[in-house]
Every structure is written in C-alpha cells, then in structure tokens.
C-alpha cells in the first residue's frame, strides 16, 4: 500500500508524458507547414501545451517513482494552479456563451444572426478591427463560401431557401434578408435601389473574397461557432478536471508516503 499511490502517480503520469508527444510533434509540424494565418496561429499554443505537459509528467513521474519530494511538492503545486486554472476557465465559458442564438426566418431553412444578441465580452472580441482583419483572412483561406457555392451551383432560389446553412454561410455568405437582394447564386446577389434599413446591406460585395465578411451578421455567427465549440469544450473540460482531481489526491498521498519513509531528499534511500 505504501508504494501503491507513488506507482499510481508514476503510471499516470506516463500515460500523460506519451500523450504530450504527439501533442508536440504536431504543434512543429504546423510550425513548418501551415500553410494559412489560422495554421499558423495556432502552432505556438500548441507546442507550449505539449512542452508543459511533458514536463508536468516528467517531474510526477520522477517525484513519485523515485522519492524525489521537493520535485513531488513542486509537481503538486503546479497540479493545484492547474486545477484552479481549468476550473475558472470553464465557468468562464459557460458565462460568456449564455447569451445569443440564431433567429428563425419566416419560409427559409437557415437562421440569421444580430451580433448585438451575443455576450459584451464576445464582441468587444470580435469588434477589434485588429481581431477581426486575422479572423476574416481565416475565413476566406478556409473557402466556406466557396465551398457553399460549389455545392449549390446552379440551384433555384426556391432551393437555396430551403437549404440548411451553418451559421458562418448564413452570416458571412449571403446578404440578409433585410436587404431584399435578387438571388442569383449562392454567393451571388443583386442590389436593389433605395435606402437599405440594415448596415450590412452596404457591407455586401459579389467578389468572392468580400461577400459580406466585413458584415456585422457574419462576425454574429462567428461568434454562434464559438459558443457552440466553447460549450462542448467546458464539457470536456469538466471531466478533465475531475481527471486532475483523481491524480492530486493520489500524488498528495505519494507526498505522504514519501514523508512517511523520510524520503526529504533528491532521491529514495533503501
């Protein structure tokens, strides 16, 4: 029993250091291949997630297996701020995603989006003129215009009307339905003359690489993606920090084990 919970640790912990590989390998891999902002963005958070797991491992894995306990106290503490970390941004998340959903359109398939209906935190995001000119060349180099477009080539506008679109096509894709545009194609829209009651009518552009990305509805469902991604993060969230609970206790009590056998200093004595 005594040295039950210091091999528990251990193992876990190498489970933990073997996952942190290709949590690395992939972070540089994107460092030298990505090919787009977004890819790119995305490399040094995911290289600093793998270097820290690896070396959270390393260090329970030493503390623990081979009695080193200022390296299991220091392993524990790191372990607690993660915990506190973890727990505060998953409530964070449930409080920032409470607010807004998409609007149902009277004879239509897809929702529209206000940008207003989202949380303040949220939009002060996306209302950075900084923020967003990185998240707009994200979303063109993803072509999810294009993509819709292709899809729906040469389709009636009965059809289009009818088609079930995400919330970056119905936001970023297609002029509102306040505007009262002449369908053409999926992308492709007519302008009506006279005064458009709603901004994002005069945001709108045929070229495929403006379309209404510039729109406020297009940041709104922006933001619905994100609410809906962060949900299913605190979710996963929640049963990693349970997961982070389980092996504090159990290195907590190799802590006491090791104090038990008098191991204070870098290493077990037989």
Known sequence: MVLCSNNLVGILNFIVFLLSIPILAGGIWLSQN???ECEGFLDKPVIALGVFLMVVAIA???GSCCRVTWLLWTYLFVMFLLILLVFSIT?????????GAGEKVSGRGYKEYRLGDYSNWLQKRVNSDKNWNKIRSCLVDSKVCSKLDDKLVGVPVNNFYNEHLTALQ???CKPSEQCQFTYVSATNWTKTAGTQPNPDCQSWDNAPNKLCFDCQSCKAGLLDNVKSAWKKVAVVNIIFLVFLIIVYSVGCCALRNNK??????YGYKP
Do not use: E, P, Q
């Open 34 to 36: 990505g090919s787009t």
């Open 60 to 62: 329970g894995l030493i």
């Open 91 to 99: 409530v964070f998340a449930f409080v920032v995603t409470n607010k």
């Open 170 to 172: 119905s936001g970023c």
């Open 260 to 265: 038990r056998d008098g191991s204070y200093g």
